[in-house]
């Protein structure tokens, strides 16, 4: 646990990495910038060059500035392997095509076995959100009380920083607060930004701290798949196959991150019978086996229809439900 003050250093160690790298490319720039010191200890013999020689020099010097000229204008062009975080997890593989050091064209990488080659269009708009001039790209400080116009402002990082440290400070040392334990954080399903925001509450001490997605998302759907199956995301499954497909209550073509749009309707096309389940047709229900439509709130009385079909037919795996349950 951490006590007394908060140390500006230790609030800004993570900060230091970007920092650093951003300084590395500054200095890169400004020395790509620099010119050689050329030395003029040319002879009068060599001054005196014949009047062809200088012409086909010249000539050769215009066309060499030319050529240089053209390949800034048009720009090199590379494409780099990535991932996409439109969704924030499915995390389908792409391929980013930038051009003058701007991002021109992204689509999916074929060769991956997570994604098929799938990118939706939240992946193709990522330019938009990453060109966008109104992304916040550096810190911004209110000037203005709430209620009015913000007045929003650049500050640096380190002012930032100080800022953040200095809020914090004010609130553990009030005397009616309960020092770190009055603060709660509170973040969304797990992604890479969260980690830092997860390990916090660990160094200082706060007890605080929570995730609305292991409540009504992830955590509901993994406990139910270790009280039936096995302790682990069930969705995995998706890249071995299915024998039988079945879709209740979502378009995951479209709107599931969990796994790829174009592998669910893989899996559709390629399994024995297909089921979906919902109160009104789907992509997918159009070309399953069974259209299921449900009134609301009768979800319950159709899976224990199902449940006392397959137990009472024995439409079961005996040999997995006694190794597994």
Known sequence: MVEGNVSRRGFAKLGVAAGLAAATASLGGLASCGSPNVSSGADSSEASASSAAEASASAASEASASAAAEQVEEGEEKVIRSHCRACGKMECPIWVTVKNDRVVKIEGDNTAISSHGNCCSKGLDAMQALYHPDRVKYPMKRTNPKGEDPGWVRISWDEALDLAAEGLQKIIDDPNNQGWHSIKILHGTGRTTTYGIESLPAVVGMSNVGSTAGQVCKGPRIATGAMIAYPSPH???????????????????????????KVATEMK????????????????????????HLRPGTDDAL???????IISEKRYDELFIKRWT
């Not at 499954?237 to 796994?259: H, I, P, R």
């Open 303 to 309: 899976a224990q229809a199902l449940m006392n079909v």
């Open 235 to 261: 969705w995995v499954a998706c890249n071995d196959g299915a024998k039988c497909f079945f879709q209740w209550g979502t378009n995951q073509e479209v709107s599931n991150y969990d796994t790829a749009g």
């Open 269 to 292: 096309f390629n399994s024995e019978v297909s089921i979906v389940v919902g109160p009104r047709k789907q992509n997918l229900g159009k070309e399953g086996d069974y259209q299921l």
